[in-house]
């Protein structure tokens, strides 16, 4: 399988676009944490990123491992996506096909000087028309650039931006409502916090971390990127 994975790897390399404004490839380690199961999927995503006629697409390989459990299957995730992809606060998934939900990512194109320490706003785009959770339109968000600060990554210092993002959307909305004893099965509360590199903008590490709907509050998943090349 591990050669199967590399094989797809080097096709995925090889069908990229290698001329024009093709970006270097840039690889995340991955993991999830669930409810009452830490570290069930871990994995890798490189993005590589291609304008082509003044339009940004990114082409993400996943390749994320899911362990399994007595209510879940243990399968891998091996696909390729490519999407075209807004710059600034933009809020999105990395999907396979049609699936409607799937990896979840946010300001991976954005330029640090754009956001000076102290920077707030609740504009955020959300590039999830699918998405049962997200695409909702009763959001409310707050971005705040938190700081400037040292972060250390694979033994390397890097001054980075700090960010954080909140986001709630109102239990009444669709497939926000609680059942039973006030829990539901969808997002209703977000917290992600991203840290950028000063230097260049590239997003270096973001814990992404989602709740059940107000009041339950009920922690539901939290999915860590971490650069790694």
């Known amino acids: 399988m591990a050669d199967f994975h590399k094989l797809v790897f080097i096709i995925f390399i090889l069908l990229l676009p290698t001329v024009g404004g093709t970006s270097e490839d840039l690889r995340y380690s991955y993991e999830h944490d669930s409810l009452g199961d830490k570290n069930d999927a871990t994995g890798d995503v490189t993005f590589r990123t291609h304008e082509d006629n003044d339009v940004i697409f990114e082409y993400a390989y996943v390749n994320i491992k899911w ?46 000087k754009d956001y000076p320490v102290g920077y707030e706003t609740k504009k955020i785009i959300k590039d999830e028309d699918r998405h049962p959770d997200f695409s909702d339109f009763d959001w409310i968000f707050k971005f705040k650039a938190e700081s400037k600060e040292n972060l250390e990554i694979n033994g390397q210092a890097h001054q980075v931006m700090h960010s954080k993002l909140w986001g709630s959307r109102p239990t009444s909305t669709t497939n926000c409502k609680p059942r039973g004893i006030g829990i539901s099965n969808s997002i209703g509360e977000i917290f992600v916090e991203t840290w950028h590199s000063v230097s260049d903008s590239k997003l270096l590490k973001q814990i992404f971390t989602k709740y059940d709907c107000v009041p339950s509050k009920r922690f539901i998943s939290k999915e860590t990127w971490v650069l790694i090349n």
């Open 67 to 112: 362990k399994g459990s007595f209510f879940k299957s243990s399968i891998t995730d091996d696909f390729i996506q490519k999407k075209e992809i807004k710059n600034g606060l933009v809020l999105y998934d990395i999907v396979e096909g049609d699936q409607k939900k799937g990896y979840s990512v946010f300001a991976r194109h954005i330029q640090v």
